[in-house]
């Protein structure tokens, strides 16, 4: 029998995982705690997320900025990889338009924000081909240049960004979507 974490009784629980007896007093009591929890988690998510030295929610933050310019660059275009036009009802829990990397950010973070490598794409590409670099490359040579394609595919040093440079990275793609 579990006990109570209000009045530290046991009782009978009737539903999985129950904190509190039925003592309405003991209820009121627990639901007060949790929403205080939450209330804190919450507090403390903010305060993170305005910390401008945490390079994590600043790579995020940058990431989301080029993003959105990739899709705002290549809007009206089909998808890199397959020619079809993506759209936000061709998806299951997510965006139907993404911005592709030709090169995976995890693999070459020096082309993370390089906007050669990255163009619209639909999510099945994207998502469910990882990209689908066969159909990719061909049309990359079409839109950029063979001589572009092959620099992107070349040797490359790594590149690990500062926060600082990722705010300044975040800045300048939120401006140019502005400009436009």
């Known amino acids: 029998m579990p006990r109570c974490k209000v009045c530290r009784e046991k009782f009978e629980a009737k ?20 929403r205080e929890k939450e ?3 919450k507090h403390i998510k903010r305060k993170k997320e305005f910390n401008d030295n945490d390079k994590s929610l600043r ?10 310019y990739i899709r705002f660059r290549d809007s009206g275009l089909a998808c890199i990889s397959c ?4 759209n936000s009802s061709s998806y ?3 965006s139907g338009i993404h911005a592709g990397h030709f090169k995976s950010c995890g693999a070459h973070s020096e082309l993370r924000f390089n906007e050669l490598n990255c163009h ?12 689908n670099i066969k159909g990719y490359r ?3 040579i079409n839109k950029i240049g063979l001589d572009k394609v092959e620099w992107l595919e070349g ?20 401006k140019l979507i502005k400009k436009d």
């Open 15 to 34: 539903y999985f995982l129950q904190k509190a007896c039925f003592n309405p007093s003991c209820l009121a009591e627990w639901a007060k705690t949790e």
């Open 39 to 41: 209330a804190d988690k």
């Open 59 to 68: 790579k995020k933050a940058a990431q989301k900025a080029f993003n959105a």
């Open 83 to 86: 020619g079809n036009m993506p």
């Open 92 to 94: 299951i829990g997510g």
């Open 120 to 131: 619209v794409q639909c999510f099945r590409c994207n998502v469910h081909l990882s990209g």
């Open 138 to 140: 061909p049309a990359l």
């Open 155 to 174: 040797e490359h040093e790594p590149k690990k960004y500062t926060c600082k440079e990722l705010k300044e990275i975040e800045l300048k793609y939120k």
